[in-house]
């Protein structure tokens, strides 16, 4: 399967923008780039997916690089209640499987 | 409410013991999952049902035991488990396993597993 490429963590502050970028330089063509994010002591929860065209549903939006080689997922502003680990995942069409790697640990500061 | 209901959410059992985690899916849903979180570690798919049907075991001891009587309802039966089973175990659901584009899966809230 092909892997992504995550930075553990990153840090935000309260109503500014945050760009969490991925990269999955070995994405096959028809892979499916999903966004899951799980909250403390819950379940995770989908974000937003994307094929090959930048994504925006009232959650947040995905920017999709012209290769596909890396996407980013944008919080337009974040509150505090988005603080919790984002998954960028690829979900091959032939298996339908997600598998999640470790994720970034978003912070939000007040 | 997410739709995907686990029961119970916390279970302490012993070694010897024989006990069940439930999930049911008030979605419509014909896909099943199961996977499992361990401290400091990705989510790993465990098991995975199509139509009441297993299409993936992910290499997991035998001594966890998938049950899918049907759709709505998928079962994991714990015997003999060790301490490092002890884990969050989440049961999700989907459209269908092979559906792809927006084929969203929907996690449960998890069951906290102890085993002592």
């Known amino acids: 399967d092909a892997k992504t ?4 963590s990153m840090e935000s502050n309260e109503e500014e923008p945050v760009h969490l970028p991925c990269n999955h330089s070995t ?10 994010r799980q909250l403390p002591s819950q379940g995770p929860e989908y974000v937003i997916h994307g094929l090959t065209s930048n994504v925006n549903n009232r959650m947040a ?5 012209e290769d596909r080689k890396s996407s980013t997922l944008i919080l337009h502003r974040a509150t505090l209640r988005d603080a919790a680990v984002y998954y960028c995942i690829l979900r091959p069409r032939n298996t339908g499987k997600l598998i999640f790697g470790q994720g970034t640990t978003l912070q939000v500061k007040p | 409410e997410t ?10 059992m012993g070694m010897t013991n024989k006990k069940s985690l439930k999930c049911e899916q008030h979605l419509g849903h014909n896909a099943m999952y199961w996977y499992k ?13 199509n139509f009441k049907e297993q299409t993936e075991n992910n290499s997991v001891p035998s001594r966890f035991s998938p049950e899918c009587p ?7 039966h714990l015997h003999t488990l060790q301490p490092e089973d002890s884990a969050l175990y989440l049961c999700a ?3 269908d396993q092979w559906r792809t584009g927006s084929n969203t899966i929907y996690f449960g809230e998890g069951s906290w597993l102890t085993v002592v």
């Open chain 1, 5 to 8: 490429t995550q930075p553990n």
């Open chain 1, 27 to 36: 994405i096959s063509g028809t892979d499916y780039i999903h966004w899951y």
């Open chain 1, 61 to 65: 939006s995905l920017a999709i690089a």
């Open chain 2, 3 to 12: 739709g995907v209901t686990q029961t119970p959410r916390h279970l302490v």
């Open chain 2, 93 to 95: 659901s989907s459209q």
């Open chain 2, 70 to 76: 049907n759709s709505s309802h998928l079962f994991l």
């Open chain 2, 37 to 49: 979180q361990s401290a400091k570690k990705p989510l790993e798919l465990m098991f995975v049902y």
